[in-house]
């Protein structure tokens, strides 16, 4: 287990973009829909950069929710691997009426599930694939796609997971997003608001438990967690509850913890100076050729 500090964690991609080369002309993007159980259609997008017919290892994208597939557009092409991105089954609300609260839970309920059953899909199909090396499939999960990412690696054989300002424990991290809100505003009243929000939300709806899910990774996997120093969004506690989970994993594990706030999709210039050390460690733990 290796415990650094000093990489930068601002970047969706700072970690599985290896071998990346800026200016790469895009060989190839491939569009795809995957039809779920429910009949609900979800487009995903296979990026290549290479004209090569050699087979490669492919990483699953999970950014920001609101970014979905374009997530991958974040991250400059690499010929050492296909970037797979999609558009999630579920989506937030800006404001909502007390009203559409029950609604809203089925809803995000069912888009939770079917987001983790297109993670058991893409695996299906990525190893069906004559381009694709089978035995080098990557999940990454940034932020609020860490959890899935957890789960996915949990129930596929995904070979590396890499977890970018990712957390468990999420009835306190539900809480902490409603009470650092309301806290300024209403005092110890927004403490109380925030706790009453967060016990009806784990009573609404059904959520797998990142926790669980990160014991019961395997040996063979490789595991890159990494979370950034002053994080606003995640607090401490949620964050060493999923690092205490995947201590007791059978997974090989690299933790590191950096300088810096929350991820932000739009911090793109620092992934230049990022990627030699991000390339290092896919490659020690053979996850690239």
């Known amino acids: 287990m290796v415990l650094a500090c000093g990489l930068r964690a601002e970047l969706i991609g700072v970690v599985f973009a290896a071998a990346l080369m800026p200016n790469l002309a895009l060989a190839g993007e491939e569009r795809l829909a995957l039809q779920l159980a429910s009949g609900t259609e979800v487009q995903v997008r296979l990026l290549r950069a290479s ?22 557009d974040l ?27 029950l609604p809203l839970a089925r809803r995000l309920e069912q ?15 990525l190893v069906r694939r004559a381009d694709i090396d089978s035995g080098r499939l990557s999940i990454v999960g940034v932020s609020l796609g860490a959890p899935f990412a957890v789960v996915g690696a949990a129930r596929q054989d ?69 979370n950034a120093q002053d994080d606003e969004f995640v607090p401490e506690r949620s964050r060493e509850s999923l690092r205490e989970a995947l201590r007791q994993s059978g997974a090989q594990l690299t933790f590191e913890t950096t300088p810096g706030r929350h991820i932000r999709g739009s911090d793109e210039q620092v992934i230049a100076r990022l990627y030699p050390q991000a390339r290092v460690w896919m490659q020690r733990e053979g996850l690239l050729r």
């Not at 004209?51 to 991958?72: K, Q, Y």
């Open 51 to 72: 004209d090569s017919t050699a087979r490669l290892p492919a990483i699953i994208v999970l950014g920001g929710l609101e970014r979905g597939s374009a997530a991958v």
């Open 75 to 101: 991250i400059p092409r690499t010929t050492d691997a296909v970037l797979v991105g999609f558009d999630y089954p579920l989506w937030l609300p800006q404001r909502m009426r007390w009203t559409e609260v």
């Open 111 to 125: 888009g939770v599930h079917e987001t983790i059953e297109i993670l058991g899909r893409l695996h299906a199909l």
């Open 158 to 226: 995904y070979r590396g997971l890499v977890i970018i300002d990712g957390f468990g424990d999420l009835p306190h991290t539900v809480r902490y997003q409603f009470a650092r809100r309301w806290r300024p505003r209403y005092g110890v009243l927004g403490d109380g608001l925030a706790w009453l929000v967060q016990t009806a939300a784990m009573a609404l709806i059904d959520l797998p438990d990142p926790e669980d899910a990160a014991r019961r990774l395997r040996a063979d996997q490789h595991v890159y967690m990494i």
